[in-house]
């Protein structure tokens, strides 16, 4: 089932019901639908502020939210596009720190969808080129662009280098392996040097490309992409690092200082808030200095990635954590987090995703794994989780089977079922 949400005004869920009838353009490759249905908008793409440009199959997003913060504290007006959207289409732009309104998101959509009626393209073709012409009318001083599947085919890498202020790659691992890692010529066939490829496909001339370091077959090709097109390649453990104790403290070839630890949970932030800081370290075009820096990391929010809920109508006043992680990476990082303490696990997981990689690691701290549907998809039965798995018919029921013992509560599984929590709790991204 497509995700292309719902809407309490008439106008925006006229024009999501025109993104619902789009067909998915299953095995297409290439730019040219995004380039042709910019062209007929008049290039806004070309007409924005500094971007920063973040691929990656995890942290990308959390990148992204520090980068938003770091900027924001240093006064700058930045517009953010960022996917998926958890309870509204809204949430996928934001104009100048400001979730798009209803209004402004109606009619840029109408626009978009009347402009490209011919040339096909996809829901994500459409939401970047709306997010872009929202963008373009909006008086902002930097843009954060957020990586929607892979890079090089991607909608965002219609980006051109003048545009960019600088590209970054966050943590690798596999996911949408179907589209990523379908058969072609001329690519990577190792599927970890396959996924490098695809992601370092959004590196542009002169342009400066951050990244993590990863595995060497995945190094290789992130330095062969940098290579091709002479982008200058800044590299965590080679051009910087980011170290966390007490306090976290950043090197690379211009200086060292301390910040303080990021608020977002868990141990893998300090690789994005390092990637963050970086990013804003090796480019000319904004400016930011350790204060905002600061400010950022303490600021920033990044809702249904190691969220503690607040108390509310579906968590009560009980410790309730929400993660829509579904990949093996997500899993190692839940598993790393809870490690030595014991914990109930409500579960929800479409189709297609691998209940073993969220479970094989919390393994050892499960109290109980209480199993529910994920609203509107096909989901993994309960079975699937376990001989000691429970099923329950939705979150709240399933909350009302676990014994209030003083545990910790994860919710997790998949953003989709996330973005039901959100809504059942009362707290609508914002």
């Known amino acids: 089932m497509k995700d292309f949400g719902k ?3 008439p106008r925006v869920q006229a024009q999501l019901d025109r993104l619902a009838a789009l067909s998915l353009p299953q095995g297409r490759l290439g730019l040219e639908t995004i380039r042709a249905l910019m062209e007929r908008l008049g290039n806004p793409h070309r007409k924005l502020p500094p971007v920063f440009h973040v691929a990656g199959t995890n942290g990308k997003g959390s990148t992204c939210a520090f980068l938003r913060a770091m900027l924001e504290a240093e006064g700058y007006r930045v517009h953010v596009t960022t996917s998926p959207h958890l309870v509204r289409y809204n ?28 040339l096909g393209p996809s829901f994500f073709e459409v939401t970047i080129a709306a997010a872009f012409l929202a963008f373009s009318r909006t008086p902002a ?22 545009a960019l202020a600088a590209c970054g790659i966050a943590a690798l691992g596999l996911d949408h392996e179907r589209f990523l890692l379908a058969p072609e010529d001329g690519v990577p066939t190792e599927p970890m040097a396959r996924i490098a490829f695809e992601k370092a496909g959004i590196a542009k001339q002169a342009v400066p490309l951050v990244t993590l370091s990863y595995r060497p077959e995945s190094n290789r090709e992130v330095i ?5 097109v002479a982008a200058p390649l ?24 301390t910040l303080p630890r990021p608020a977002l949970a868990g141990a893998h932030q300090i690789d994005n808030a390092g990637l963050a800081l970086a990013l804003l370290r090796h480019q000319m075009r904004v400016e930011v200095g350790p204060e905002a820096m600061a400010q950022g990391l303490m600021a920033a929010q990044w809702p249904a990635r190691m969220q503690r809920l607040k108390p509310g109508p579906l968590t009560g006043t009980r410790d309730v954590w929400l993660d829509g992680g579904h990949n093996p990476q997500a899993g190692a990082m839940l598993g790393e987090h809870f490690a030595g303490q ?3 696990l409500v579960i929800g997981m479409i189709e297609g995703k691998d209940p073993g990689s969220l479970i094989g690691p919390l393994a050892a701290s499960l109290a109980s794994v209480t199993a529910v549907p994920v609203p509107g998809h096909d989901w993994h039965p309960v079975e ?6 429970r099923p329950a018919p939705d979150v709240p029921s399933a909350m009302a089977l676990i014994p209030d013992d003083g545990l910790p ?5 998949s953003l989709y079922l996330a973005g039901e929590v959100l809504r059942l709790n009362g707290e609508l991204p914002d």
């Open 224 to 228: 062969a992409a940098a290579s091709r």
């Open 91 to 118: 949430e996928r732009i934001r104009i100048a720190g400001q979730l798009i309104s209803d209004e402004a998101l109606a009619e840029v959509l109408a626009e978009v969808l009347d402009a490209g009626e011919e």
């Open 342 to 344: 014991r914990l109930h």
């Open 141 to 162: 001083d930097v843009c954060v662009v957020e990586v929607g599947m892979g890079g090089r085919f991607d909608a965002t890498n219609v980006l051109e280098p003048e």
């Open 409 to 413: 509560i994860l919710i997790a599984g």
């Open 234 to 257: 800044r590299m965590q453990g080679d051009s910087w690092d980011c170290r966390a104790g007490s306090m976290l403290t950043y090197r690379d070839a211009a200086g060292s200082f």
């Open 384 to 389: 699937a989780f376990g001989a000691k798995a």
């Open 7 to 9: 809407s309490d005004d």
